[in-house]
């Protein structure tokens, strides 16, 4: 088991400046070219991975350009063609009812507002954060995905177990100018080495202050079981 160091902020500021050092490169994996496939690609995201919808996005983005090709779209053709993605057929409903609202209230433009976002279908919190921090450079809040979900627990930053109350606590704790950072490094590191099932702590950069280091500690905090 590693140390966290004294505060929860400043075990925030190490584990952002390490994996700084650990992922240069760190930034958002999913593939778009403007604000409407960004959010599309988010939407899809929803418990799918990133590289399947990279995949399915490259021909949907061909296909499709603009809200009206999306809002005129059967239903069924529009789930069709999503369909090896993960609830393509709800997800293809909250992408034509979304370019709907964004037509009729929106003037065709993806909003820049988390009000006016989430009132958008199938968005929530997370997706809104994204499209405002990658779309409109608006930094809102913290992205609470489930790697950092899983890695904020693990490493002691909270203790909160739903996305929204983690990311009040994240938001307390992280500096603002490392919010939206602090989401793609978590996702590396999650995907690289703090994975789900099988964690490598002995090859991990954080694993001197991290409480739930496999080689002392009995617990994962991250589920509350034991290892
Ligand atoms: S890999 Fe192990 S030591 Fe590293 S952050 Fe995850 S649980 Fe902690």
Request: proline fraction near 4%; charged fraction near 30%.
């Amino acid at each position: 088991m590693g140390t966290p160091l004294e505060t929860r902020a400043d075990q925030a500021e190490e584990i952002v400046d390490r994996l700084e050092d650990a992922y240069p490169d760190s930034t958002i994996s999913l593939r778009y070219s403007n604000r409407l496939e960004l959010l599309i690609a988010v939407i899809l995201s929803a418990q799918c991975t990133d590289e399947r919808v990279n995949e399915e996005t490259k021909q949907l983005f061909e296909t499709y350009d603009g809200p009206e090709d999306y809002a005129n779209a059967p239903q069924e053709e529009l789930a069709e063609a999503l369909n090896s993605i993960t609830y393509y057929n709800s997800k293809a409903e909250y992408i034509r009812d979304s370019c709907e609202t964004i037509l009729e209230e929106h003037d065709g433009e993806v909003p820049d507002t988390m009000a006016e976002l989430t009132e958008l279908s199938g968005v929530g919190r997370k997706t809104a954060n994204v499209v405002l921090q990658h779309g409109h450079d608006i930094v809102e809040g913290i992205v609470v995905d489930t790697h950092v979900q899983r890695l904020s627990r693990r490493l002691g930053l909270t203790e909160e177990e739903r996305p929204e109350r983690i990311e009040t606590d994240l938001m307390e704790i992280v500096p603002e100018s490392d919010w939206q950072q602090f989401t793609h490094l978590c996702i590396d590191h999650g995907r690289a080495t703090c994975t789900a099932r099988n964690p490598d702590c002995a090859d991990c950069v954080l694993a001197d202050i991290c409480p739930s280091e496999k080689g002392d500690s009995e617990v994962d905090l991250a589920s509350g079981e034991p290892w």
